[in-house]
Nanobody
Framework: QVQLEESGGGLVQAGGSLRLSCLASGRNSGSTVMGWDRQTPGTQRELVARITASGITRYADSVKGRFSISQNKARNAVYLQMNSLNPEDTAVYYC?????????WGQGTQVTVSS
């Protein structure tokens, strides 16, 4: 098992910023693909961002130019800097990690953007 510890969610006004953090620990917590997904009631989980061990990133079209994913491989950590937030970004955000046994997600952290 790998454990994912998420932090940084909360309430922010439109136009503001939040920074999400995720630390991976336990077995198979070395360099790998990590990222963030999100989900709102009535929707399927959506890919938000991914980053490879070599630093290659990709983003959902809806967040390009506003969100930025980064990593600290020594800490097995990934971060999601979210800028210019709008109410449509309100969702539960889940940390993601690719393991030899398949993908895994954390418990999620709520991000709420007020109008």
């Amino acid at each position: 098992q790998v454990q994912l510890e998420e932090s940084g969610g909360g309430l922010v006004q439109a136009g503001g910023s939040l920074r999400l953090s995720c630390l991976a620990s336990g077995r198979n917590s070395g360099s790998t693909v990590m990222g963030w997904d999100r989900q709102t009631p009535g929707t399927q989980r959506e890919l938000v961002a991914r980053i490879t061990a070599s630093g290659i990133t990709r983003y959902a079209d809806s967040v390009k130019g506003r969100f930025s994913i980064s990593q600290n491989k020594a800490r097995n950590a990934v971060y999601l800097q979210m800028n210019s937030l709008n109410p449509e970004d309100t969702a539960v955000y889940y940390c993601y990690i690719q393991t030899p046994w398949g993908p895994s997600w954390g418990q999620g952290t709520q991000v709420t953007v007020s109008s």
